[in-house]
């Protein structure tokens, strides 16, 4: 099914110019006073965008059913890249800690967890759509659990925090669109929110008045209304069990998300040259590649992470708006696809890779300024990174698709 | 999934508004970031690239009364470092010591400069040398944070000559810090210690500059910032003083190695300090840039104290210099005249009460000075004449005319820790120290003689006959020219002070200091001979003075001298003769060695 009229060129546009974008920053941040290794590194990153696009074009040519087919087996793969990783894998020079790489005889091919976000979300789509009524109850989620659970589980022992997050934001997202209602994802949620508020005695009180009022008036089945408050009351009471068991590092990267000056040349210091960088940025920013923070070597991980801040420190305010507003459209576009897709699989796919980008968006960009904890997770389009880069553009080709068999005219603006 | 396309449509409406309320309160947080607290975070953006590299301003030159520089500033160079904690500073500290010399003292100062003041680059070395400087030059990309700069360092030309006046600058130390008078100065800024530099040190400091350099995150210097931060370093205007570097080059040159003890010259009209020298004496220069400790040791474990500034700082016995002090106590009171004789002749001692006084003479030649005048008995330095003048004052009256001649005070010369000498406040002394019973009226004897309980600085004796050399105003002695400050200390009509002068004069011309004589011009003083006790080999080792002016009848320069442990005081005045000769250009005659 070739249907080439009828591309979705706001979608192609609004993505072909969050990489342009992107690629410039990537290459502002290599402009430091004292040349680094990622001074080149942008016409690195260009190549995969190359590489991204081709591939999109690709998978826009191809059919959401073929998508559909190949998702099982991508899904087992990807699992098996996973386990192997546990095994295998080799970190990278900043968290070294991490096994994160898939590397062959030392060549470093890439970040599979990246990939496995988008084959997640198929597979995820794949499940979900199988059902004509949404889930009621926490016991019918089962398997969508499972879906997600194993890939979250096996990233979880890498172990990478923030990968680990997106799926769970892609989990919440696909379940709130295949029409769960939000008292039971309110109730799914509750042991980890119970997870973070054991810290105050007081906080994690009130919220368990809530979930009473919530489980008497959602009435799920009594076991699962039981198995609930257990779980809240466990995660409450293993808290801080748990904490003692985070490394170091994660522990201070929290504690630096409350108080970031409370460890100003370590974990604090990233957070804090962040949004000096930006907010020294101004209305308008010291001009393209001239932010001192960055320059002066001050900005961390100034083409990964901290990318953002970047745009921040050089544009000011106004690239920040823009950047803000192309992602904007981006996640609009993708709802509109997913709205008008042709069937729930397609649907589905739509919302979740839209969720994907969502939760690395917030949670990156709300990073730079310490609106969220450091989590290590990278700006879609931005961020230095060919498995990512590729990643994301495997998302826009798959959308192109759903957005080509839609209903209606996909080249449509609204 | 449920599909239903009111489901769809619902559930999309929600989707676009919490995606849209999401992305707003983004941009309303960095609005808030960028916007309105944009002058907060450019501030703290300066503050992280710019370093302020404090230039540390020239200190005054000093010069002597005719434009001779006694203290000048060279070229220098200071190393140090702007660390980011202690840790790195020990570890900088640690691969510096592995290029260059390093000793644990600078370490360790280092490190408590660093603690005191983390904001400001952290001196190392105040004075490297230049093989210092190169080899760091050299290593420049291993030390991104060491700051080599050109500083100007302390030169005295003359060091060891002037050592005694003019003190050397050093660091400023902790417990500087801490005191109120050095409020505003930082740790590894240098400060005047001892002698004019610290006396003066807020007329000499001069306002230090900074330069602010932008620099990375790694400490490297990128470039010079914007200049218009930056503030020059202002010199401190200089310092002219009453010295005359002739005349102390000429004094230390006659002290050389082997003298021991001080002397002051002044100009009596004024109270300006022409030369002041204590031997033995130091190299100032050698201070500059951190005492060496091997130095320092030598210095404290001398037996011959060269620390102590023997002019302003060594309390002697003055001897016979002191009967002047009597004499103008028993004038002002009207006791006497300088023609008055006293009831006992001199036959070489004085009986009083069960035990005899005995005169200089009677050591020498076991003879007496005879039945003579105020005037002969100055001259003569007799100390019967005086034991019965000191009698006929009265122990209260001498004691309060001692206190009214400054005997007591100090100089206010301008120099730091000058001693105060040492004379009592009145009779009640000697009750308070000996108890009501535990002295006689024979300590007035001593007294008259300048032994017993006195003590007197050098520059005090120096003051005293100023005013003896002029009429009766005591000038503060002035290193630094200002305003003479002059007391009047007593009133003797116009015959009596010439009396006195001419007396003084006779001791040069006839009496016991003939061997100061010089040709030409009429020199007058008093030597004295004090008893200190010590003995070598049976003999007593005493100190030697003599203060005395010229020319006597129009004087313009006094000089007092001080041998510790010199012997007779005639040796005294040869060197005090020998500097006022030079002085006044005039050749002494050869000196003839008498007794006495």
């Given at each position: 099914?070739?249907?080439?009229?009828?591309a979705?060129?706001p979608l192609a546009?609004?993505?072909i110019?969050?990489?342009?974008?992107?690629?410039?920053i990537?290459?502002s941040?290599?402009?430091?006073d004292?040349?680094t290794?990622?001074a080149?590194?942008w016409?690195?990153?260009?190549?995969?965008?190359?590489?991204?696009v081709?591939c999109?074009?690709?998978?826009?040519?191809?059919?959401?059913?073929?998508?559909?087919?190949?998702?099982?087996p991508?899904?087992?793969?990807?699992?098996?890249t996973?386990?192997?990783?546990?095994?295998?894998?080799?970190?990278t020079g900043?968290?070294?800690?991490m096994?994160?790489w898939?590397a062959?005889g030392?060549?470093r091919?890439?970040?599979?967890a990246?990939?496995?976000?988008?084959?997640?979300?198929?597979?995820?789509?794949?499940?979900?759509?199988e059902?004509?009524?949404?889930?009621?109850?926490?016991?019918?989620?089962w398997?969508p659990?499972?879906v997600?659970?194993i890939?979250f589980?096996?990233?979880?022992?890498?172990?990478?925090?923030?990968?680990a997050i997106?799926?769970?934001?892609?989990f919440?997202?696909?379940?709130?669109?295949?029409g769960?209602?939000?008292?039971?994802?309110v109730?799914l949620?509750s042991?980890?929110?119970?997870?973070?508020?054991?810290?105050s005695t007081?906080?994690w009180?009130?919220?368990f008045l809530?979930?009473?009022?919530?489980?008497?008036?959602?009435k799920?089945?009594?076991?699962e209304?039981?198995?609930l408050v257990?779980?809240?009351v466990a995660?409450?009471?293993?808290?801080?069990i748990?904490?003692e068991?985070l490394?170091?590092y994660?522990q201070?990267?929290?504690?630096?998300?409350?108080?970031?000056s409370a460890?100003?040349?370590?974990?604090g210091?990233?957070?804090?040259?962040?949004?000096i960088?930006?907010?020294?940025?101004?209305?308008?920013?010291?001009?393209f590649?001239l932010g001192?923070?960055?320059?002066s070597?001050?900005?961390?991980?100034q083409h990964?992470?901290f990318?953002f801040a970047?745009v921040?420190?050089e544009?000011g305010?106004i690239?920040?708006?823009?950047?803000?507003t192309?992602?904007l459209?981006?996640f609009l576009r993708?709802?509109?696809?997913a709205?008008?897709a042709?069937?729930p699989f397609?649907?589905l796919?739509?919302?979740g890779l839209?969720?994907?980008?969502?939760?690395?968006v917030?949670v990156?960009?709300?990073?730079t300024l310490?609106?969220?904890?450091?989590?290590?997770?990278?700006?879609?389009?931005?961020?230095?990174?060919g498995s990512?880069?590729?990643a994301?553009?495997?998302?826009i080709g798959?959308?192109?698709?759903?957005?080509?068999?839609g209903?209606?005219?996909?080249?449509a603006?609204l | 999934m449920?599909?239903?396309?009111?489901?769809?449509?619902?559930r999309?409406?929600?989707?676009?508004?919490?995606?849209?309320?999401?992305?707003?309160?983004l941009?309303?947080?960095?609005?808030?970031?960028q916007v309105?607290?944009?002058?907060r975070y450019?501030?703290?953006?300066?503050?992280?690239?710019?370093?302020?590299?404090?230039?540390?301003a020239?200190?005054g030159?000093?010069?002597?009364r005719?434009?001779n520089?006694?203290?000048?500033?060279?070229?220098g160079?200071?190393?140090?470092i702007?660390p980011?904690?202690?840790?790195?500073?020990?570890?900088?500290?640690?691969?510096?010591a592995s290029?260059?010399?390093?000793?644990q003292?600078?370490i360790n100062?280092?490190?408590?400069?660093f603690?005191?003041?983390?904001n400001r680059?952290t001196?190392i070395?105040s004075d490297?040398?230049?093989s210092?400087?190169s080899?760091l030059?050299?290593?420049?990309i291993n030390?991104p944070?060491?700051i080599?700069?050109?500083?100007p360092?302390r030169?005295y030309?003359?060091g060891p000559?002037?050592a005694?006046f003019?003190g050397?600058?050093?660091?400023i130390?902790?417990?500087?810090?801490?005191?109120p008078a050095?409020?505003?100065?930082?740790?590894g800024?240098?400060?005047g210690?001892?002698?004019?530099?610290k006396?003066?040190?807020?007329?000499l400091?001069?306002?230090?500059g900074?330069?602010?350099?932008?620099?990375?995150?790694?400490?490297?210097q990128?470039?010079q910032?914007?200049?218009r931060?930056?503030?020059n370093?202002e010199?401190?205007?200089?310092?002219?003083?009453?010295?005359?570097?002739?005349?102390q080059?000429?004094?230390?040159?006659?002290?050389?190695?082997?003298?021991?003890g001080?002397a002051?010259?002044?100009?009596?009209?004024?109270?300006?300090v022409?030369?002041?020298?204590?031997?033995?004496?130091y190299d100032v220069n050698?201070?500059?840039g951190?005492?060496?400790?091997?130095?320092?040791?030598?210095?404290?474990?001398?037996?011959r104290?060269?620390?102590?500034?023997?002019?302003?700082?060594?309390?002697y016995?003055?001897?016979?210099?002191?009967?002047?002090?009597?004499a103008v106590?028993?004038?002002?009171?009207g006791?006497?005249?300088?023609?008055?004789?006293?009831?006992?002749?001199?036959?070489g001692?004085?009986?009083?009460?069960?035990?005899?006084?005995?005169?200089?003479?009677?050591y020498?030649?076991?003879?007496?000075h005879?039945?003579?005048?105020?005037?002969?008995?100055?001259?003569?330095?007799c100390?019967?004449?005086?034991y019965?003048?000191g009698?006929?004052?009265?122990?209260?009256?001498?004691i309060?005319?001692?206190v009214?001649?400054?005997?007591r005070?100090?100089?206010g010369?301008?120099?730091?820790d000058?001693?105060?000498?040492l004379?009592p406040?009145a009779v009640d002394?000697?009750?308070?120290t000996y108890?009501?019973?535990?002295w006689?009226?024979?300590?007035?004897?001593?007294?008259a003689?300048?032994?017993?309980?006195?003590?007197?600085?050098?520059v005090?004796?120096?003051?005293?006959?100023?005013?003896?050399?002029?009429?009766g105003?005591?000038?503060?002695?002035e290193?630094?020219k200002r305003?003479?400050v002059?007391?009047?200390i007593?009133k003797l009509s116009?015959?009596?002070?010439?009396g006195?002068?001419?007396?003084?004069a006779g001791?040069?011309?006839?009496?016991?200091a003939?061997?100061?004589?010089?040709q030409?011009?009429?020199?007058?003083?008093?030597?004295g001979?004090?008893?200190?006790g010590?003995f070598?080999?049976?003999?007593?080792?005493?100190?030697?003075?003599?203060v005395?002016?010229?020319p006597?009848?129009k004087?313009?320069?006094?000089?007092a001298?001080?041998l510790?442990?010199?012997?007779?005081?005639?040796?005294?005045?040869?060197?005090?003769?020998?500097?006022?000769?030079?002085?006044?250009?005039?050749?002494?005659?050869?000196?003839?060695?008498?007794e006495g």
């Open positions: 099914m070739f249907r080439k009229t009828l979705d060129y546009i609004t993505a110019a969050l990489s342009l974008f992107g690629v410039a990537v290459y941040a290599g402009q430091t004292i040349p290794y990622v080149p590194l016409k690195t990153q260009l190549m995969w965008l190359g590489l991204g081709l999109a074009w690709g998978i826009g040519n191809s059919s959401v059913r073929l998508i559909e087919w190949a998702t099982w991508a899904y087992l793969l990807t699992l098996f996973l386990a192997s990783l546990l095994v295998l894998g080799a970190g900043a968290n070294g800690h096994r994160s898939l062959i030392g060549h091919l890439g970040q599979p990246e990939i496995a976000k988008i084959v997640v979300v198929l597979m995820l789509a794949k499940v979900l759509a059902r004509r009524e949404a889930p009621k109850s926490l016991l019918e989620l398997k659990g499972l997600v659970g890939p589980a096996m990233i979880m022992l890498q172990p990478d925090l923030g990968s997106v799926f769970v934001g892609i919440f997202g696909m379940l709130f669109w295949s769960v209602p939000w008292p039971l994802l109730l949620a042991p980890v929110v119970s997870l973070v508020l054991s810290f007081g906080l009180g009130a919220w809530v979930l009473i009022a919530l489980v008497l008036w959602y799920p089945y009594l076991l209304g039981i198995v257990v779980a809240n995660t409450g009471v293993i808290a801080p748990l904490w068991k490394a170091p994660q201070n990267r929290l504690k630096v998300f409350l108080d970031p460890d100003p040349r370590a974990s210091y990233h957070v804090l040259q962040s949004k960088a930006i907010g020294s940025g101004g209305l308008f920013g010291n001009g590649t001192t923070q960055k320059r070597g001050f900005l961390p991980e990964t992470d990318i970047v921040g420190e544009l305010f690239g920040v708006a823009v950047a803000l192309l992602f459209a981006l993708a709802t509109r696809i709205t008008r042709n069937d397609g649907s796919a739509a919302f839209m969720s994907c980008w969502l939760v690395h917030v990156n960009i709300g990073m310490n609106l969220m904890p450091i989590t290590g997770i990278p700006l879609p389009f931005f961020s230095y990174g990512f880069m590729l994301s553009w495997l998302g798959i959308l192109l698709r759903i957005s080509g068999e209903r209606g005219q996909a080249g603006i | 449920s599909v239903h396309p009111n489901d769809i449509a619902r999309s409406r929600i989707a676009t508004l919490a995606l849209g309320a999401l992305i707003l309160s941009m309303v947080a960095f609005f808030n970031a309105l607290q944009h002058d450019k501030l703290q953006s300066q503050e992280n690239r710019l370093r302020a590299l404090p230039l540390p020239p200190r030159i000093i010069y002597d005719y434009g520089i006694i203290a000048e500033n060279l070229p160079y200071s190393v140090s702007a980011v904690n202690v840790d790195s500073l020990k570890s900088s500290l640690t691969h510096l290029v260059i010399t390093l000793s003292d600078q100062a280092a490190i408590r400069r603690r005191r003041d983390p680059p001196l070395m490297a040398s230049m210092v400087v080899v030059e050299e290593h420049r030390f944070r060491f080599i700069q050109s500083v360092k030169f030309p003359d000559a002037v005694s003019v050397y600058t050093g660091e130390t902790d417990a500087d810090l801490n005191s050095y409020a505003g100065y930082k740790p800024q240098l400060i210690k001892g002698g004019i530099e006396e003066y040190e807020k007329v400091r001069g306002t230090e900074v330069r602010y350099d932008e620099v990375d995150a790694r400490g490297r990128v470039r910032a914007t200049p931060l930056d503030l370093p010199p401190a205007p200089p310092l002219y003083t009453n010295i005359d570097m002739d005349l080059r000429y004094v230390a040159g006659i002290f050389g190695d082997s003298l021991v001080g002051v010259a002044l100009d009596p009209r004024d109270g300006g022409l030369a002041l020298y204590s031997a033995p004496s050698k201070f500059t951190g005492i060496p400790a091997d130095y320092w040791r030598s210095l404290l474990n001398d037996e104290r060269p620390l102590v500034n023997k002019t302003t700082q060594g309390r016995p003055p001897g016979s210099t002191f009967k002047l002090v009597t106590t028993a004038l002002q009171e006791l006497v005249t300088l023609d008055s004789r006293m009831p006992t002749p001199c036959t001692g004085f009986q009083y009460g069960n035990r005899t006084f005995h005169c200089w003479t009677y020498s030649h076991r003879a007496g005879g039945d003579i005048t105020l005037s002969q008995a100055i001259e003569e330095s100390d019967v004449y005086f019965q003048l009698l006929k004052v009265g122990l209260a009256n001498l309060a005319g001692g009214s001649l400054g005997m005070e100090t100089t010369i301008d120099l730091p000058e001693k105060r000498p004379w406040y002394y000697y009750n308070k108890g009501a019973r535990g006689s009226n024979a300590v007035t004897l001593n007294l003689i300048g032994q017993g309980e006195n003590s007197q600085t050098v005090n004796m120096a003051r005293f006959y100023a005013a003896l050399a002029t009429d105003n005591a000038p503060t002695p290193i630094v305003t003479p002059k007391t009047r007593f116009q015959e009596e002070m010439d006195l002068r001419t007396a003084l001791v040069v011309g006839q009496g016991t003939q061997s100061a004589r010089i030409g011009i009429m020199l007058a003083g008093k030597t001979t004090a008893q200190t010590k070598v080999n049976g003999v007593e080792q005493n100190h030697a003075w003599f005395g002016f010229a006597a009848d004087p313009t320069i006094v000089v001298v001080m510790e442990f010199g012997g007779h005081g005639g040796r005294a005045a040869h060197v005090a003769s020998s500097i006022i000769s030079h002085y006044l250009k005039v050749a002494p005659v050869t000196a003839v060695q008498t």
